[in-house]
């Protein structure tokens, strides 16, 4: 059964960094992409970041010049590295997966349980 467990939520000031990791794990599994969305409270969830096998990268408008992602294919982790963080930016964080998993190998979405990011004073 493949999980996502995710790391490095936490509290934070403004101007500060953090950054989370995702593992899948479990079984046998292609990594077609992984990343993270987020859901800040009263709001719908959000892209932050996705990146491919292949190391393309898409961002949301939110995140686009602060958030790095970063796969490590050989340990089915990504990285979402977060700098200059901003009260807005406080939200649950959420590891995405694409896995296509046996026995038919087609595409299966998975998510983490989500952590908490929180900017402020």
């Known amino acids: 059964q493949v999980q996502l467990v995710e790391s490095g939520g936490g509290l934070v000031q403004p101007g500060g960094s953090l950054r989370l990791s995702c593992i899948a794990s479990g079984g046998l599994f292609y990594i077609n992409t992984m990343g993270w969305y987020r859901q800040a409270p009263g709001k719908e969830r959000e892209l932050a970041a996705t990146?491919?096998?292949?190391?393309?990268?898409t961002y949301g408008d939110s995140a686009k010049g602060r958030f790095t992602l970063s796969m490590d294919d050989a340990k089915n982790t990504v990285y979402l590295q977060m700098n200059s963080l901003k009260p807005e930016d406080t939200a649950v964080y959420y590891c995405?997966?694409?896995?296509?998993?046996?026995?038919?190998?087609?595409?299966?979405?998975?998510w983490g349980q989500g952590t908490q990011v929180t900017v402020s004073l």
């Open positions: 995405n997966a694409n896995l296509n998993v046996p026995p038919t190998w087609t595409q299966v979405t998975y």
């Open positions: 990146i491919t096998r292949a190391g393309t990268t």
